[in-house]
């Protein structure tokens, strides 16, 4: 049985679990009620955020590379515009400096004794009047030997210089049209057109060479070669016909130009 002392105690107490009670719902409350932190979470979020940092640094790496090569370009071009400078303030040195004293002539009057000189007699001769420039005399260039020249062009031809080696034969023919190599000059000035893939031309070289060395050692090859070039050029029939033709033009044709006939005849689809 309670007493009645008991009554105040019990109320002061269910007043202060009530009031408990009401912090705690207040809090929980709060709590509950508080934004999400912002910040990724997530394998998917970490991904994207290095995705991030890596398209960064590319952008970042991109740029120093673009700054680096403006500046070497720059030293380059203040390198290149001192050394115009130092040439030009030489120019403009030696333009500004007089002359020696003793190296100037004084003009000649009429009359007057004339400036002492330090020429020799045979000096004075050949100069003439003080003051006027003697004519320069040309000198004869020295004359070109046909055998020499013959030699470097096959030389140019072996090394496989085609170009050089074209030009030069071509020059000999013009300047020694009579020489006694002038003939395997013309051969083998078609030959040199034929490898650079001049056939036309080395067709017509090879004909003039025909046509004033029938029966020169090289005819055989030759007219072979002019069959290669007309096939080359489109003209397979006549190119056909020169090959069929060797046999009875030139019965004692080396065994190795008669096997490049066959040969190309095959590779033409010449008629057996």
């Known amino acids: 049985m309670l007493h009645r002392s008991d009554h105040p105690v019990r109320t002061r107490l269910a007043a202060c679990f009530a009031a408990a009670g009401l912090f705690f719902?207040?809090?929980?409350?709060?709590?509950?009620?508080?934004?999400?932190?912002?910040?990724?979470?997530?394998?998917?979020?970490?991904?994207?955020r290095i995705e991030e940092l890596e398209r960064q640094l590319r952008e970042q790496t991109a740029e120093n590379e673009r700054v680096q090569y403006e500046?070497?370009?720059?030293?380059?071009e203040i390198t290149r515009l001192r050394g115009m400078v130092g040439e030009l303030a030489g120019v403009n040195q030696q333009l500004t400096t007089p002359p020696p004293s003793d190296a100037t002539v004084l003009p000649a009057t009429e009359g007057a004794n004339p400036a002492p000189t330090t020429l020799n007699g045979a000096q004075r001769n050949a100069t003439g009047t003080l003051g006027t420039m003697p004519a320069a005399t040309p000198v004869p260039s020295a004359p070109r030997d046909a055998g020499a020249e013959y030699t470097r062009a096959r030389q140019l031809l072996n090394n496989g210089q085609l170009a050089e080696a074209e030009a030069a034969l071509s020059s000999f023919l013009e300047e020694f049209p009579n020489a006694e190599t002038a003939a395997d000059a013309r051969f083998w000035f078609a030959f040199t057109l034929a490898a650079r893939n001049n056939h036309t031309d080395a067709a017509a070289n090879f004909v003039q060479y025909l046509q004033a060395n029938r029966n020169a050692p090289r005819a055989a090859e030759a007219q072979v070669r002019l069959g290669m070039a007309l096939v080359n050029m489109g003209d397979t029939r006549r190119g056909c016909s020169a090959f069929s033709s060797l046999a009875r033009q030139y019965p004692n044709a080396p065994r190795n130009v008669r096997d490049l006939a066959a040969r190309e005849a095959r590779a033409a689809n010449c008629a057996a």
């Open 25 to 48: 719902a207040a809090t929980a409350s709060a709590q509950t009620s508080l934004p999400p932190p912002n910040v990724p979470v997530g394998a998917e979020a970490r991904q994207d």
């Open 71 to 76: 500046l070497n370009q720059a030293q380059r």
